[in-house]
């Protein structure tokens, strides 16, 4: 079923494009860092009154409207109505509230206090047809600099009329219900998958100052193609700036505007999340790290490493 679903969502051209493009596509090496892995995944409706108020949770989160309507509120967000087959991923759960369309005094929820992924949660009346029916789950990013990656990617997209989502919602959960071999590699592969529809899908103009907003614009994204594809590159604001056609400073405001930091402070955390990827394997010396990430000396690596992380690097590794 995995196998035949998928087919509806990516013909073999696109699939061999996300496999062959990783190490050049800044969207699809941001994920593929982050390592996601889905855990969790459960059917949630309302109906009459109801209103749920759930305290931050900063893992992600995803959902997709099955049927019915609901208001969502996210911290820091504008309000937005959710209908059927709208998706809303949140990278980093904020606390949020979901409520019906009647007045109500939400009800607190713990969102670390779950049930087992076959209930079904309901909120308001317990009888008769919901007014809202989503499905819904979160996963974990497993990887050693979530919060730098994460702080490239907006509080909240919300997705409207895209059905790939929604079938890629269902996969997961299906996936999640049975206990078949390969489970946990299927799942990864999904989330995965569902991470790059949904961000891709919003990188726009409009996106939200990060990654997407800066990918959306062409000239700044021939640049940060270039810093990832080859991160050890002794990159110049210039250099880049040459490559986007623009002159430094139009380069430099116009990447600092849209993605939310300077050109050379990208690099560098990107080059950082690297080092602490590499610094996973304990068989890579640290002076194989320094070379990779564009240093020309473990010493110097190390320097710029203990400022950036905190600890020397050596130490870093112990610690993993």
């Known amino acids: ?62 959902c997709t409207v099955l049927e019915g309507s609901c208001l969502l509120m996210v911290e820091g967000q504008e309000a937005i109505t959710l209908e059927a087959g709208d998706f809303v991923l949140m990278p980093a759960t904020p606390g949020f509230t979901l409520c019906g369309s009647e007045p109500v005094t939400p009800q607190p929820i713990d969102p670390k206090a779950m049930t087992s992924p076959g209930d079904e949660i309901r909120h308001g009346r317990a009888d008769g047809k919901p007014d809202v029916r989503m499905l819904g789950g979160h996963f974990v990013f497993d990887s050693p600099d979530v919060s730098l990656l994460v702080a490239l990617l907006p509080v909240l997209l919300h997705v409207r009329g895209v059905e790939r989502l929604a079938v890629l919602v269902r996969l997961v959960r299906d996936e999640c219900l049975a206990q078949r071999p390969g489970r946990e590699l299927v799942l990864s592969r999904l989330v995965e998958v569902l991470l790059v529809e949904a961000l891709r899908s919003m990188a726009d103009e409009h996106a939200p100052v990060g990654l997407l907003r800066g990918l959306a614009d062409t000239k700044l994204a021939a640049a940060m193609r270039l810093m990832h594809s080859d991160p050890a590159r002794a990159w110049t604001v210039k250099a880049l700036a040459r490559h986007a056609a623009l002159s430094r400073s139009a380069f430099f405001e116009r990447f600092t505007r ?47 490493f203990s400022r950036h992380v905190g600890q020397p690097p050596g130490r870093y590794a112990r610690l993993l």
């Not at 080092?275 to 110097?300: C, P, Q």
């Open 258 to 304: 849209a993605v939310g930091q300077p050109p050379m402070e990208y690099l560098l955390a990107w080059r950082m999340a690297l080092a602490k990827d590499l610094l996973r394997d304990n068989n890579v010396a640290i002076a194989t790290v320094a070379e990779r990430v564009g240093y020309g000396s473990a010493s110097t690596f190390s320097t710029a």
């Open 1 to 62: 079923m995995i196998v035949r679903g998928l087919r509806t969502i990516y013909n073999q051209k696109s699939i061999n494009y996300l496999s062959e493009s990783r190490m050049s596509d800044p969207l699809s090496e941001v994920i593929a860092l982050l390592r996601p892995k889905a855990v969790f995944s459960k059917i949630i409706s309302g109906a009459g009154k109801w209103g749920v108020c759930y305290s931050a949770f900063e893992k992600p989160s995803f």
